[in-house]
Every structure is written in structure tokens, then in C-alpha cells.
């Protein structure tokens, strides 16, 4: 099966009503920030992309990508292969009013004043946030084993009075 490449811009409203499923690809060249934040990435994300009206007569659109990137692992600073698998689900919005009224379901997406949305970027930005915060492989493949991860010893803590210590004196006191 030959993959498309989908376009960068779409008119959700008009996707909607035609109930457009779209299934393709987004080229990575594109997507400068997150080549920017990892250390490899696929030339290509795989999108599925569903665009429909809901019962309240929202539109909306979700779908999945995915994509294999390569980041650098924070113990021991080598490369290793991680995959993103990002599902989502968007309402777009005109303004930022109209982003209160919108069910829990829905993430708002602004549409610019054509009424389309920008595809990339919005994909770029949801790849970039399924990315971990710290990466670093798995303890029993990384190359740093449990010893080489502790860093010095940690002293006990002192021990502290207790400072209500004085109200329970006092207490003893009056009886």
C-alpha cells in the first residue's frame, strides 16, 4: 500500500461534514523542533486522522500518530530507540470564548482566519509533549548497573526536639 503524504493545512468543518478518514504520512524534515530535541528521529510519522460530528453537533477530529525516535539516555549519555504513540482528540475553536463550552473530551485547537488548521504543527507539538521528561534507558539495559547510579553517601538525618514538647509539660503541669 502506497503512504500519502497528508496535507500541512485542512478545513476541519468541511472534513467533517464529509467525514474524511484519513490515513498517510508527515514528513519529519518538516518538524525542526523536534529534530531539534532529539538525537534521531524516522523521516516519517505515521498518522491516522478521523474528522466527524459529535452528538451535541461539535466537530471534531482525532486519530493516533507514531514515529520512532532516538534520544540520549541521561546515566549513561548513550543512544537508545524510543517510540511514540500519541493519540488525540480536537474540537477547533474561532475564539478563545468559545474553549469554556467545550466538553472535557476535546482538546481546543485555534483555526487560523481561513478556518483551516496547521496539521504540522499541531502534530510537531504533540509528538514534542510525548516525549519523557527525563530520558534514559531501562536500569537492566543501560550500561551504568545499580553501584555506578549513587552518588555518595547520605547522612543521617539529626534528630530534633520535638517542639510541642513544651505544651506537653505544661500539660503534666496542671493536672
Same mark, same amino acid.
Do not use: W
Given at each position: 500500500m502506497q503512504k500519502v503524504k497528508l496535507p500541512k493545512q485542512l478545513d476541519p468543518i468541511k472534513n467533517?461534514?464529509?467525514?474524511?478518514?484519513?490515513?498517510?504520512?508527515?514528513?519529519?524534515?518538516?518538524?525542526?523542533?523536534?529534530?531539534?530535541?532529539?538525537?534521531? %528521529?524516522?523521516?516519517? %510519522?505515521? %498518522?491516522?486522522l478521523r474528522f466527524d460530528k459529535d452528538a451535541q453537533g461539535l466537530v471534531f477530529f482525532e486519530g493516533n500518530l507514531s514515529t520512532t525516535v532516538s534520544l540520549i539516555c541521561q546515566r549513561c549519555n548513550e543512544s537508545f530507540v524510543h517510540s511514540l504513540d500519541v493519540s488525540f482528540?480536537?474540537?477547533?475553536?474561532?475564539?478563545?470564548?468559545d474553549i469554556d463550552e467545550l466538553p472535557e473530551a476535546y482538546e481546543p485547537v485555534e483555526v487560523n482566519d481561513h478556518g483551516e488548521i496547521d496539521l504540522l504543527q499541531l502534530f510537531e507539538d504533540e509528538l514534542i509533549l510525548a516525549l519523557p521528561i527525563v530520558a534514559f534507558h531501562a536500569e537492566e539495559d543501560c550500561k551504568r548497573n545499580s553501584d555506578e547510579m549513587s552518588f555518595g553517601e547520605i547522612?543521617?538525618?539529626?534528630?530534633r526536639p520535638n517542639p510541642f514538647a513544651v505544651l506537653k509539660e505544661l500539660k503534666r503541669e496542671q493536672e
Amino acid at each position: 500500500m502506497q503512504k500519502v503524504k497528508l496535507p500541512k493545512q485542512l478545513d476541519p468543518i468541511k472534513n467533517a461534514i464529509k467525514r474524511s478518514y484519513f490515513r498517510g504520512v508527515m514528513m519529519t524534515s518538516d518538524m525542526e523542533r523536534l529534530q531539534q530535541v532529539v538525537a534521531a %528521529v524516522d523521516d516519517e %510519522v505515521n %498518522v491516522e486522522l478521523r474528522f466527524d460530528k459529535d452528538a451535541q453537533g461539535l466537530v471534531f477530529f482525532e486519530g493516533n500518530l507514531s514515529t520512532t525516535v532516538s534520544l540520549i539516555c541521561q546515566r549513561c549519555n548513550e543512544s537508545f530507540v524510543h517510540s511514540l504513540d500519541v493519540s488525540f482528540s480536537f474540537c477547533p475553536v474561532k475564539a478563545e470564548e468559545d474553549i469554556d463550552e467545550l466538553p472535557e473530551a476535546y482538546e481546543p485547537v485555534e483555526v487560523n482566519d481561513h478556518g483551516e488548521i496547521d496539521l504540522l504543527q499541531l502534530f510537531e507539538d504533540e509528538l514534542i509533549l510525548a516525549l519523557p521528561i527525563v530520558a534514559f534507558h531501562a536500569e537492566e539495559d543501560c550500561k551504568r548497573n545499580s553501584d555506578e547510579m549513587s552518588f555518595g553517601e547520605i547522612e543521617p538525618a539529626v534528630e530534633r526536639p520535638n517542639p510541642f514538647a513544651v505544651l506537653k509539660e505544661l500539660k503534666r503541669e496542671q493536672e
